[in-house]
């Protein structure tokens, strides 16, 4: 799938080709905001990662973390959200 990007005001998020697609990309292929980069590998995928987000502060923030782990269980019970692999789009 590639980089994974969240929408800092609506909790959004899709990956850097869909982005592209909808010509929300700039010269460098780096969409503006309020789209944000979610840190993690570029080559990550929904079949080994899950995709999360969260509202601290008045702002959606994202991550990914690898499936079935301790720490996917730890981030959920600290308010963390699973986006579901079909909203994942612009």
């Avoid at 609506?10 to 292929?29: K, M, P």
């Avoid at 980069?37 to 702002?59: F, H, N």
């Avoid at 269980?73 to 909203?87: C, K, Y």
């Amino acid at each position: 799938m590639g980089v994974f990007f969240v929408n800092t005001q609506d909790g959004r998020v899709a990956t850097g080709g869909q982005l592209a697609e909808a010509g929300l990309v700039d010269e460098r292929f780096k969409p503006p905001a309020p789209w944000h980069p979610i840190q993690g590998p570029s080559d990550a995928s929904t079949m080994w990662y899950s995709v999360l987000r969260k509202r601290e502060r008045g702002v959606f923030i994202g991550t990914l973390c690898i499936r079935h782990s301790e720490r996917l269980d730890l981030l959920r019970e600290r308010g963390w959200e699973e986006v579901p692999i079909e909203e994942i789009a612009v």
